[in-house]
């Protein structure tokens, strides 16, 4: 993460002599969606569903604007999650919960201007501050107590999408995909399992510049 960073800040650093170069706020929602998967347990089973969950993302924003090109970095604490259903045969009903985390996210557009308009794409580094479910907190769970679960601390993906500039309002609309898997493993009980799954995101986010 410490790398990731000091690159981006090089990088900011040689082109903002023959760049204009701006700094600001920003902050938006974001759409986490996943591929629908099943895990299969020992009497149970957890499928992920592509049900969106919304969360939201804040913090800073910076523009490097040279010949026709842009570079946008930015740094953002991220709130996300995703849906899932869990299925044991003792259970009145299933229970559908939520897995929530806690982020930071590094993202660096590269891309095309013209006029207002902006094409970009880039890669996204996310370093993990938390997570948690309300899976045992459901009435229905017949499940094991005995829940727990280990996210990897720090994943890669990339991003593209299109930005408009209007004077110093900065919107984006942006895809994001995941290279790296979120989960080494879940525990239920004495059931445990990889969680391989990458989520996926639409990220509106509207921004300030100071200058």
């Known amino acids: 993460m410490k790398r990731y960073i000091l690159i981006v800040v090089l990088i900011l650093s040689v082109q903002s002599l023959s760049a204009q170069f701006s700094l600001g706020i920003r902050g938006g929602l974001n759409f986490t969606s996943l591929p629908v998967k099943t895990y299969e347990l020992e009497n149970s089973s957890i499928e992920a569903l592509p049900d969106s ?39 009145e ?10 982020k ?17 794409l880039g890669p996204v580094a996310s370093y993990f501050l938390d997570n948690s479910s ?22 890669y993906g990339y991003q593209v999408g299109v930005g408009l500039d209007i004077g110093n309002i900065v919107l984006d609309l942006k895809y994001e995909g995941s290279l790296s898997n979120y989960s080494e493993e879940v525990s ?24």
């Open 53 to 91: 969950y919304t969360g939201f993302h804040l913090g800073l924003i910076t523009q490097a604007k040279f010949s026709g090109f842009f570079i946008q970095p930015e740094f953002l604490f991220v709130s996300s999650g995703s849906q899932f259903r869990y299925e044991h045969p003792d259970q």
């Open 93 to 102: 009903r299933d229970v559908f919960f939520t897995q929530r985390f806690s």
């Open 104 to 120: 930071i996210d590094v993202p660096v557009l590269f891309g095309l201007r013209g006029g207002p308009l902006r094409l970009g």
């Open 134 to 155: 309300n899976l045992t907190e459901s009435e229905f769970y017949a499940g094991d107590s005995s829940f727990s679960d280990k996210f990897n601390e720090l994943t």
């Open 188 to 211: 239920i009980g004495g059931s445990t399992f990889k969680f391989d799954t990458r989520p996926r995101q639409i990220v509106f986010s509207i921004g300030l510049l100071f200058f």
